[in-house]
């Protein structure tokens, strides 16, 4: 079985300090892990994601992510964030190599970013 | 090259009354899958199209809900009649493969 934990709901951080959204997953298998961003009234948009090659993942607008089997955690980063950072993130999980279906989305984490 | 998109962007509706909602993919893209987000919940699988054909549809949570994906171009959902516990946002994503999924905007959904 699959699962994944978004552990914070609503982050808020200052422009120009770091962001941290905390992502954890339970999984039979090593999974495929992504990392999505939707911002108001847009579609989701793939950040970056993990299928077994580097643990450390580097995506789009300045955002990593690093894969931590001992921790089952795979906590998305960016060392300054902009205003235009703010929008709903979500976690996602999937044993590697399956179906639509068999994808597991957590329950998002919205980032606020105070000017 | 546009996106996914998605109409209509809100709709609201009667319990009881009919949906359609419609799905336009990247062109293209032989994938074609259906997920719905309920009250601020997880994102849910529906179902998933392989050109014009159902490969999985697994997640659609009873039969007021059908699919269809004529000529393998355009999707549409219709939830007939809705109920209350149906109000959520729509999302279509389209892919040449699983692991590049693109989303549309979403159709929200209120059932009143």
């Known amino acids: 079985a699959q699962s994944v934990t978004q552990l914070d709901s609503h982050v808020s951080v200052s422009e120009g300090t770091p962001v941290l959204l905390r992502c954890n997953y339970s999984?039979?298998?090593?999974?495929?892990l992504f990392w999505y961003v939707q911002h108001p009234n847009k579609g989701l948009q793939l950040l970056l994601k993990y299928t077994s090659a580097a643990t450390l993942v580097k995506g789009i607008n300045g955002f990593e992510a690093e894969f931590k089997k001992s921790e089952t955690s795979f906590h998305l980063t960016k060392p300054s964030a902009h205003m235009s950072d703010a929008a709903e993130y979500f976690c996602v999980v999937s044993p590697p190599y399956s179906s639509a279906s068999k994808i597991i989305f957590g329950s998002g984490t919205r980032l606020s970013i105070r000017p | 090259e546009a996106g996914v998109t998605q109409f209509p962007s809100h709709s609201v509706i009667e319990k009881g009354q009919t949906v359609t909602l419609r799905c336009d993919p990247i062109s293209g893209h032989d994938n074609l899958y259906w997920y719905r987000r309920v009250m601020g919940k997880e994102i849910k699988f529906l179902l998933h199209?392989?050109?014009?054909?159902?490969?999985?549809e697994s997640g659609m949570p009873n039969n007021r809900f059908l699919a269809e994906r004529t000529g393998g171009t355009y999707s549409t959902l219709k939830v007939q009649p809705a109920e209350l516990e149906d109000s959520g946002v729509y999302f279509c994503a389209s892919s040449q493969s699983l692991y590049e999924q693109y989303f549309g905007p979403g159709t929200r959904l209120t059932v009143t």
């Open positions: 999984s039979s298998y090593s999974p495929s």
């Open positions: 199209f392989v050109k014009e054909s159902k490969q999985d």
